[in-house]
């Protein structure tokens, strides 16, 4: 594994200190939290991580692929019968004004491995919300921080973990949610129990009903124990 410049390292962490301070202040600062994960993915810790993945035979299956089947528009997705993954999803991303991020262009050789992962991951955040009944909501937000963590080992997701809890620690809970602590320890237990959602080809099951992906995956009963509910029922 390279060792990252060490003054180059230092200036990282100095913006990524800045990014948590204001993400401790304000969980959505959505500005914050992307500088953060860009930052974060140039240290050594994102570095295990990629390596981590890319020893998953699954995800190395996709990665040589560089797979990317096709992801409808919102006004197709939302056109899928109701409970149905594309269905869920494109509700999602609808309700946030949003649109699924297009397909990466990258090059065959294996230099852009890493790009495709980061992509992949990206464009798959919406997915899975939907998949793991987390909303769109700061409490849903820490449960998938949490779930990402588990799952990719992100040094980033992490960050942002500790920066719900630390908010949750002078911020009152919010009353038409369920308790951070509780979302995150749902979103931690099903990272940690589930299979890699990264080697899932969720493009070739919009239409299945969300509990088909349920059984497939093996969570159903993990989803039981979902705080949430808006997205299950």
Known sequence: MPVPNASLLQNQLLHISIDMQHLCDNP?????????LNRSYKTPAAAAARQRLHADPAIAALVLERYWGEWPNVSTLITYPAGSLGYVYGHLLFDQGLEPIAAPQLAADISAADSYLQHRIRASHDV?????????????EAALNGFTAEQLRWPGSALLLAADLIHRSFEATDPDGPDIGL???????????????????????????????HEKLGISELIKTNPFTSLLT
């Open 28 to 36: 959505t600062d959505i500005t914050s939290a992307l500088d953060l």
């Open 128 to 140: 899975w919300h939907a998949v793991t009944g987390c909303p769109a909501s700061i409490a849903g």
């Open 183 to 213: 979302a995150i320890a749902y979103g931690l237990k099903l990272g940690c129990f589930a299979p890699p959602f990264l080697a899932q080809r969720w493009e070739q099951g919009w239409q299945l009903p969300l509990s088909t992906w």
